[in-house]
C-alpha cells in the first residue's frame, strides 16, 4: 500500500465552524491531491499542489483553501463549513515513473456538517 | 468541465460470470485509469493505459484504451466474490506535471454466490 494516511477519519462539526483536514505521505512524492466523493458524483478533484508552497485549484474549489508547508503534508481547510460540504474526502499523491504516473488514494476521511 | 460517462450504474451477476462496463467522453484523454473501491476504503488502482489502443491485462482483469482516445472498457472474467465493489474509470488530460484526473460516476458490482 501507498504510505498515506489521513486524519481525522471521522469528524462531526457544525455549520460556521472552520474544519481542517490533513494528509500525511511517506512515499516523498511531488504532487499531492485533495478530492471529495458524493453519491452520483464520482470523485471531483477540489485543489493539488505540485510542490511545497505551489497549489492550485481543481474542479470544485469554492470553499476551500489548502497549504503544504512540507513534502509529507497536504492540508485542507474548510474556512466556514457548510452543509453542502457534508462529503468523503481523499487524499491522493501520485509519482511518474518515466512517462508513466499513477495516483493513489488515502483511506478517506468521512465530514458530517449539521 | 469535462465529463465521464459510466455504464451500467450497476450490475447483478451469478459468481463465474464475465463482467464488461465501460467508460466515454466527449474530450480527448491521454491516460485512462480503472479503480476498484471497498465500502470505507479509497479507490484502489487496478489498471492504467497509456496509448491509444492499448489492451492491458492484470490477472483476470483487461482493459483497453480506445484508438479515438475517447473510451475505455475494463473487462472482469470469471467474476469471484472478492471482486464486489464499486469500480471507477478515470481519464486524465495532458502529460505534465500535476496529474488531473476526471472520474466516471462508478458501476456497482454485486454477484449472487
Known amino acids: 500500500d501507498a504510505g498515506i494516511t489521513q486524519s481525522p477519519r471521522h469528524k462531526v462539526t457544525e455549520t460556521g465552524t472552520p474544519v481542517t483536514l490533513r494528509c500525511h505521505q511517506t512515499?516523498?512524492?511531488?504532487?499531492m491531491y485533495w478530492y471529495r466523493q458524493d453519491p452520483g458524483h464520482g470523485l471531483r478533484l477540489i485543489h493539488y499542489?505540485?510542490?511545497?508552497?505551489?497549489?492550485d485549484k481543481g474542479e470544485v474549489s469554492d470553499g476551500y483553501s489548502v497549504s503544504r508547508s512540507k513534502t509529507e503534508d497536504f492540508l485542507l481547510t474548510l474556512e466556514s463549513a457548510t452543509s453542502s460540504q457534508t462529503s468523503v474526502y481523499f487524499c491522493?499523491?501520485?509519482?511518474?515513473?518515466?512517462?508513466?504516473?499513477?495516483?493513489?488514494f488515502g483511506p478517506g476521511t468521512r465530514l458530517t456538517v449539521l | 468541465g469535462q465529463q465521464l460517462n459510466q455504464s451500467p450504474q450497476s450490475m447483478f451477476i451469478q459468481e463465474g460470470e464475465d463482467v464488461s462496463m465501460n467508460c466515454t467522453s466527449s474530450?480527448?484523454?491521454?491516460?485512462w485509469l480503472w479503480y476498484k473501491q471497498d465500502p470505507g476504503e479509497g479507490p484502489v488502482l487496478l489498471i492504467a493505459?497509456?496509448?491509444?489502443?492499448e489492451l492491458t491485462s492484470n490477472g483476470r482483469l483487461t482493459a483497453q484504451f480506445g484508438i479515438t482516445r475517447k473510451d475505455s472498457f475494463l473487462n472482469i472474467s470469471a467474476s469471484i466474490p472478492s471482486d464486489v465493489g464499486i469500480y471507477f474509470c478515470?481519464?486524465?488530460?495532458?502529460?505534465?506535471?500535476?496529474?488531473?484526473?476526471?472520474f466516471g460516476q462508478g458501476t456497482r458490482l454485486t454477484i449472487n454466490p
Open positions: 491522493a499523491i501520485s509519482g511518474r515513473t518515466g512517462l508513466k504516473v499513477e495516483q493513489f
Open positions: 512515499e516523498n512524492h511531488r504532487y
Open positions: 499542489s505540485y510542490g511545497v508552497k505551489d497549489t
Open positions: 474530450s480527448i484523454f491521454n491516460t
Open positions: 493505459l497509456y496509448k491509444a489502443g
Open positions: 478515470a481519464g486524465q488530460v495532458g502529460i505534465q506535471g500535476a496529474q488531473k484526473l476526471v
